[in-house]
């Protein structure tokens, strides 16, 4: 029998030990005052085409189940973990400011797969090897798309808080962004070690 009790906090306290993140912790997701200007510049974070949390997720888990390597396919998935704490809090902090945490960007257009940076489209295998030449090129590929991703994400972030005066929501984004300079160094060390 599954034991319910406490798992909130059961949930909670497995995030905050996963090694794939920042020492901060992860601030309540409160908010000075609704303000739905602020809740569709995280509508863009949350959810745009590019460079958002549920773009990032999805992009991780992809990348997860297709390349062979254990250590770079668990890292990935650690990762997406947390980016599905950064959406959650997200979803948190646009509710609270009187908005929808529904999955489009401030101009109502929605998220869809094809947002997905692949980086493998042509390739017909599904585990990519990086002792395969074609693969580990593809595995490179994908990592850079991943940095790429990370660097946007970082300075998105920041666009965002140089734009909202709630210190509430600023401390949230302070911890998102510390999350996403782990991850964009776990990225390049992966392809240090792996990859070059």
């Given at each position: 029998m599954?034991?319910?009790d406490?798992?909130?906090?059961?949930?909670?306290?497995f995030i905050?030990?996963?090694?794939?993140?920042?020492?901060?912790?992860?601030?309540e997701g409160e908010?000075?005052e609704?303000n739905l200007?602020y809740?569709?510049?995280?509508?863009?974070a949350?959810?745009?085409a590019a460079?958002?949390?549920i773009?990032?997720?999805?992009q991780?888990?992809?990348?997860h189940k297709?390349?062979?390597?254990?250590s770079?396919?668990?890292t990935?998935?650690?990762?997406a973990?947390?980016?599905?704490r950064?959406?959650?809090?997200?979803?948190?902090?646009?509710?609270?400011?009187?908005g929808?945490?529904?999955?489009?960007n401030s101009n109502?257009?929605?998220?869809?797969?094809?947002?997905?940076?692949?980086?493998?489209?042509?390739?017909?295998?599904?585990?990519l090897?990086?002792?395969?030449?074609e693969s580990r090129?593809?595995?490179r590929q994908?990592?850079?798309?991943d940095?790429?991703?990370?660097?946007?994400?970082?300075?998105g972030?920041?666009?965002?808080?140089?734009?909202i005066?709630?210190?509430y929501?600023?401390k949230?984004?302070?911890?998102i962004?510390s999350?996403?300079?782990?991850?964009l160094?776990l990225?390049?060390?992966?392809?240090?070690?792996?990859l070059?």
């Amino acid at each position: 029998m599954n034991n319910y009790d406490n798992i909130e906090a059961k949930v909670d306290k497995f995030i905050s030990e996963l090694p794939c993140q920042s020492e901060l912790p992860m601030p309540e997701g409160e908010v000075a005052e609704k303000n739905l200007d602020y809740a569709n510049m995280l509508l863009d974070a949350y959810a745009s085409a590019a460079d958002s949390e549920i773009q990032a997720i999805t992009q991780y888990l992809y990348q997860h189940k297709t390349i062979a390597n254990e250590s770079i396919s668990s890292t990935l998935m650690c990762i997406a973990l947390i980016e599905m704490r950064h959406l959650d809090k997200l979803g948190d902090l646009i509710a609270a400011l009187g908005g929808k945490p529904a999955f489009y960007n401030s101009n109502r257009y929605y998220w869809g797969t094809e947002n997905i940076a692949y980086g493998d489209k042509n390739m017909l295998n599904l585990k990519l090897d990086e002792n395969d030449a074609e693969s580990r090129e593809v595995i490179r590929q994908k990592l850079l798309l991943d940095i790429k991703g990370e660097v946007n994400a970082i300075n998105g972030y920041r666009f965002i808080k140089s734009n909202i005066d709630d210190k509430y929501i600023k401390k949230v984004l302070d911890k998102i962004i510390s999350d996403e300079e782990v991850h964009l160094s776990l990225f390049q060390g992966m392809i240090k070690k792996y990859l070059s």
